[in-house]
T-cell receptor
Framework: DTGVSQNPRHKITKRGQNVTFRCDPI?????LYWYRQTLGQGPEFLTY????????KSRLLSDRFSAERPKGSFSTLEIQRTEQGDSAMYLC?????????????FGQGTRLTVV | AQSVTQLGSHVSVSEGALVLLRCNYS??????LFWYVQYPNQGLQLLLK??????LVKGINGFEAEFKKSETSFHLTKPSAHMSDAAEYFC?????????????FGTGTRLTIIP
């Protein structure tokens, strides 16, 4: 399967610990997006990359959050000093920019629980 | 600025009955509109999208939606519900046509199918 892959699928961590998630986009997709989805809500945009450049960051992305895409392929999302409010599903998506025909393909997400 | 309102967080229909999920949007520029489906503990799958052209859009699994600019609506319908349609459905808007690719999602509608 060559879809968007996210690891780990589940992460339980203690408050105050750092966590890192990985996203492997579909091969050759140059755009990569991170969204956060809390229980009962729709996904909320966090940030996106075109190749290795981070083009936009949401105000939701506090100083404790950092995302990278060092070689324009996979991406990591790190949360430092986790808080209980960070508990959510973190979704990654990728797309190959083709204007109106562009479609974002989503991974299965990483569910973070902060205890 | 853009936003999406999904009326009805829970919708129940009998198997074989019409499915109607409501979505209204707000956008300062002509929008691109999407419907996604999410099964439990899964990522999002695109059902259909409207960018330009024909206002009645057909998608996968027998779903369709009609863009009505005068009503700022993009309701999702399916003539005959199937048990496998039980899932969470999200309407989303983007301003891709003006270079803003991020998706803004509604809060979702959980569809239950009654046997």
């Amino acid at each position: 399967d060559t879809g968007v892959s996210q690891n780990p699928r589940h992460k339980i961590t203690k408050r105050g610990q750092n966590v890192t998630f990985r996203c492997d986009p579909i091969s050759e997709h140059n755009r990569l997006y991170w969204y956060r989805q809390t229980l009962g809500q729709g996904p909320e945009f966090l940030t996106y990359f075109q190749n290795e450049a981070q083009l936009e960051k949401s105000r939701l992305l506090s100083d404790r959050f950092s995302a990278e895409r060092p070689k324009g392929s996979f991406s990591t999302l790190e949360i430092q000093r986790t808080e209980q409010g960070d508990s959510a599903m973190y979704l990654c998506a990728s797309s190959l920019r083709q204007g109106p025909n562009s479609e974002a393909f989503f991974g299965q997400g990483t569910r973070l629980t902060v205890v | 600025a853009q936003s999406v309102t999904q009326l009805g967080s829970h919708v129940s229909v009998s198997e074989g009955a019409l499915v109607l999920l409501r979505c209204n949007y707000s956008s300062s520029v002509p929008p691109y509109l999407f419907w996604y489906v999410q099964y439990p503990n899964q990522g999002l799958q695109l059902l259909l999208k409207y960018t330009t052209g024909a206002t009645l859009v057909k998608g996968i699994n027998g779903f369709e939606a009609e863009f009505k600019k005068s009503e700022t609506s993009f309701h999702l319908t399916k003539p005959s519900a199937h048990m496998s349609d039980a899932a969470e459905y999200f309407c989303a808007v983007s301003n891709l046509n003006v270079g803003n690719e991020k998706l803004t999602f509604g809060t979702g509608t959980r569809l239950t199918i009654i046997p």
